[in-house]
């Protein structure tokens, strides 16, 4: 991590002479190249539908490229700049960045000698075909002429090299062409590189279900774009550069525009990876080498077809046979107990009772997007305030924000324009919310506003009642389809109190405040997961229930790690399950032989983080945005919430029991760093999604 110095991983304890650094701690891009291979590990399982193995090659390719545009162009720029800070495993920056070079590279040749060796003749097996243009038919060909004329041909822009045209500045992610031409007039033999337009699809469909890489259209007709020249050869590559965006704040007269200028900047970042076709000509690769400032190890070699992320159009294709069986969310019957086809009443639903909201298993168009949608058109809303991190511009949520301040209620949005790849999204849509009179602010400065909240404001007959939804994940409609998080709805007075406090605090002037029913960052969070981790310690050590279950994406953070294994040398049970990042070493003796670690992938992004303490047989249960992450601890606002009841409190530990039990598939991660899958027998081990999708159906629901 950048911002962590290797002295704030030495615990108080004798923790540090008895297991140096390299001993306690996993090296995090290591981690993460782990977390991007268990993806690719789905995409190679066979007993999985044929399209969804083609969505997970795809998701690697996606998740691959935001890892180099974010954590190996920072590993470059403290090399380039020649920071000798050593991580939190001891180890310098140069070492991390060739280590995780070789890995990255060596997963990406894995990737492609799956989807070229099995998954391509498993796909032309059942009549899917990804062809090459000397595949076509002749009148296959003529029609692809065609459609490059009309459709392809306008929107190229081929640049020459020579003294007049200096190389071209090559985008991030974009695919191109590097040409050889010749011209038959002098012999003289130049340069020149097409881009493969962005806008258009990927794979272009040839007739249903037969598709033909779009550079390839463009290949054969490269005539049309260099007239009169001989064409000598051509291959494809595909540059990543540093999109990783930094905005001094404190210089920063106005934090919207300041990002704004940033992000113009963005796409001029430099060059971390450079992917070529395995046969390009050795010429034309010292050419792109020098002029991209390239070093050999960030070289990536592969067979055609470069860029897999758009092979989620061959997932996408209407065959349900090759899918996971179709999934419709159902309406939580905690806001709807029968069925029925009015709208949701949410307020009436929650007026005496907490909604435990599960997604996308409970619906969130019928709950969340409800609620708000509900709050802005009813009379007796007084006002609505939201701590925006993503969402769609165009979703739901944000138009009824815009409806609720046209009616004229107060609305406070609390948006996150720094919110990594969606900054120029979230710019576009506060815009809009500021036009239409919502009053937006952007957090406060230095800190990554996380947390996921909303507060209604409403006048009842006994009074001004508050109402607030709490959740893990994001107010995004669409992500929230395949999104797993958690969320509560509810009127309790103290958790409205203390939402409210920190709406005020994010919006204007205020000192940090103690809350009753949460924990936030960056004032209380982190001492307040040191405080309940050493009270399982006590209580292990005075012969009390003790015990640690904790859920959640990524867990590197090493003051944490270090209290764990304290708990874990004390006899604490300590289960973890993480979807991502672990630097935890479990498993080792004498340190962490208490402790294990899962992971579960699956066709829901697992995304809810719980925290669960034993307490001496009072459990105490958290649900909330914060992983366990240096960023998330110190430099985010986030909540973790206490939750009150105890049947909802019940239903979460239910959760990791079924995902921690022995019976369902998942994968374990071991003292070295390797991760092992629980085979999979049919109807012996249980897949963890499915099982919740068919409880959740007997669970009923609208």
Known sequence: MESSKLEESQPASGLTAAFPLPQRFFEREASWLSFNARVLQMAAQSHRPLLERVRYCSIVSANLDEFFMVRVAGLKRRVNAGIAVKSPTGRLPREI??????????????????????????????????????????????????????????????????????????????????IMVKNPLTDQEMFARVKVPPLLDRFIQVSPQRFVPLEDVIAANLADLFPGMQMIQHHTFRVTRNEDVEVEEDDAENLLDAMEKELSRRRFGYAVRLEVEENIDQHILDLLTEELEISAEEIVRLPAPLDLRGLSVIADLNRDELKDPAFQPRTSPELAAVESSAPVDVFEAVKNHDALLHHPYDSFATSVTRFIEQAAHDPKVLAIKQALYRT?????????????????????????IKARFDEENNIQWARQLERAGVHVVYGQVGLKTHCKLTLVVRKEEDGIKRYVHIGTGNYHPRTARYYEDLGLITANADIGEDVAMLFNQLSGFANAADFKTFYAAPHSLRSALADLIKREISNQLAGKPAGIRIKCNSLVDERITDLLYQASQAGVKIELLVRGMCTLRPGVIGLSENIIVKSILGRFLEHSRIFEFKNAGEPEILIGSADIMNRNLDRRVEVLLKVPTAAHRSRLQHLLDLALSDQTASWQLAADGSWTYAVYEENQLVDYQEELITMYNLRGGK
């Open 97 to 178: 960045l060739s280590e995780t070079l070789q890995l990255s590279n060596s997963l990406m040749v894995q990737q492609a000698e799956l989807f070229n060796q099995d998954l391509l003749p498993k796909l032309a097996a059942a009549d899917i075909k990804l062809l090459r243009w000397n595949d076509l038919s002749s009148n296959e060909q003529q029609n692809l002429i065609t459609f490059f004329k009309e459709q392809v041909f306008p929107v190229l822009t081929p640049l020459a090299v020579d003294p007049a045209h200096p190389f071209p500045y090559i985008s991030g992610l974009s695919l191109n062409l590097a």
């Open 392 to 416: 769609s511009g165009d979703s739901a949520i944000v138009e009824a924000l815009i409806d609720a301040a046209a009616a004229g209620k107060q609305v406070l949005a609390v948006v996150e």
